[in-house]
């Protein structure tokens, strides 16, 4: 079971525009951050994507995705969903819409924002055909369990995905651990979690938050993403626990 991460960096991603890239140093190529997203892959060749983030398009293209066998969304903010048309040439030459799953609440907000991806328009096709996460247990053969975190005033949803024997955990955009949590991820061999900055944030992980969560859900390998221009990866690499990575465009790891 393989981890790709597409992005990671924060919803401004590095270097913010204006070429800011504040503490990050820019001769550094993995400090450039596009937003957040991964996909997972299963030894057969099935692939999920989770979120559909504004550098969608590019990151297919740099990592020459062009078959996808479902979309999973943690939330509708626009650095997660607004590249959800670049979906539209992953619909090409299908028998059908690919299929797409979210919390309930989710769903209603991405249908209302984006009716034309899931209803089809003036003769094109449903790109996707979007689900709550309520009773689904399996999909392409991946093993699929979910939790809701709390994101400042709302939530976001974790994600286990497990295949071949191997699990891996997706958790961005939370500022709060929970037990829930905890269990989901509970000796999960990759977890992928958000850690925006080294100072406390209303909304998001920081780096101490990271590692605890890593730490109390016993996770094998944990990988830090969502991180913002303060994150140099060199200074970051160099502070953290060995079995704890930090996550940039292009990481490949393999649970």
């Known amino acids: 079971m393989k981890l790709?991460?597409?992005?990671?960096?924060?919803?401004?991603?590095?270097?913010?525009?204006?070429?800011?890239?504040?503490?990050?140093?820019p001769n550094e190529p993995k400090n450039r951050r596009s937003r957040v997203s991964i996909i997972v892959e299963s030894n057969e060749g099935k692939r999920i994507l989770v979120d559909t983030s504004t550098d969608l398009r590019q990151q297919l293209l740099t990592n020459n995705i062009d078959k996808l066998d479902g979309v999973f969304w943690t939330h509708d903010h626009a650095d997660h969903c607004h590249g959800i048309d670049d979906l539209r040439p992953m619909?090409?030459?299908?028998?059908?819409?690919?299929?797409?799953?979210?919390?309930?609440?989710?769903?209603?907000?991405l249908r209302n924002r984006f009716g034309y991806v899931f209803s089809g328009q003036y003769g094109y096709h449903t790109i996707v055909e979007?689900?709550?996460?309520?009773?689904?247990?399996?999909?392409?053969?991946?093993?699929?369990?979910?939790?809701?975190?709390?994101?400042?005033?709302?939530?976001?949803?974790?994600?286990?995905?497990?295949?071949?024997?191997?699990?891996?955990?997706?958790?961005?955009?939370?500022?709060?651990?929970t037990n829930d949590m905890i269990d989901l991820f509970d000796g999960v061999d990759i977890l992928v979690t958000d850690c925006l900055r080294r100072e406390p944030h209303p909304t998001h992980a920081h780096l101490g938050m990271a590692l605890e969560f890593a730490e109390r859900c016993d996770a094998?390998?944990?990988?830090?993403?969502?991180?913002?221009?303060?994150?140099?990866?060199?200074?970051?690499?160099?502070?953290?626990?060995?079995?704890?990575l930090v996550g940039y465009d292009g990481m490949e790891l393999v649970a």
């Open 220 to 244: 094998r390998r944990a990988v830090l993403s969502h991180l913002d221009k303060s994150m140099d990866y060199a200074t970051l690499s160099a502070e953290v626990p060995d079995n704890v």
């Open 130 to 177: 979007l689900s709550s996460l309520d009773t689904l247990r399996i999909h392409a053969g991946f093993g699929v369990e979910s939790v809701e975190m709390p994101h400042g005033p709302i939530t976001t949803t974790a994600y286990r995905f497990e295949a071949d024997g191997k699990s891996i955990g997706y958790a961005t955009d939370f500022s709060e651990i």
């Open 4 to 25: 790709l991460v597409l992005g990671s960096g924060t919803s401004t991603g590095v270097p913010r525009i204006g070429n800011d890239w504040g503490d990050c140093d």
């Open 91 to 109: 619909r090409y030459g299908r028998g059908g819409p690919i299929a797409g799953f979210a919390s309930t609440e989710c769903c209603r907000r």
